[in-house]
């Protein structure tokens, strides 16, 4: 498994642009490439898909985590270049136009053989689980949810082994006591807090990040 940033608050490889916002690319061993949220700027998401080898048009399936613009803003323009996807939206989220498919998503969905949507949780966000051989890796919007929310629908999958995303305001620390791996990113406002007592579990983010499994 291997994840990619593509849009984040931060950079972490030079040349790449930062904006608020987040979106990453998710490829699984013999699985479709899914292009997980799209960031603000939809030539930012671009920009920075050609600048890491990224072809828009090799991706399969978009899945979006919730309806906010920060994750939704570069939709169309990547719908644009490359309408032939299925797009995996929570429930509440309607209006997408463009995508060969549209697939909203109300309770826990199996995706392939090991990915899966958790549901819209809280009425506004599902997150995507991925089952590797440590566990689950959990991707995460902005965890409008409770956490305790999140980590419990994706414990249905198998145990969760990581987390990567946008963690919000997270403060119940215990939470990520049993994760092997923390990679904050976007709107986390503690990221210090979680860096300094995880600190052999923490990997930074920023655009251009690329975490394998």
Known sequence: MKVTIIYDNTVYKEGLQADWGFSCLVEVE????ILFDTGTNGSILLSNMKKVGIDPKSIDEVFISHAHFDHTGGLSTFLN???????????????????????????????HENVFSTGELDHIEQSMAVKIDKGIVLIVGCSHPKMAHILDAGSQFGKAYAIIGGLHGFREYDLFKDLELICPTHCTQHKAEIRSLYSEKYIEGGVGRIIEF
């Open 30 to 33: 013999n699985t479709s490439k």
């Open 81 to 111: 270049v490359n309408s032939d996807v299925k797009v995996y939206v929570p429930v509440s989220f309607r209006g997408i136009r463009g995508a060969k498919e549209v697939i909203s998503v109300s309770g826990s969905l199996k995706i």
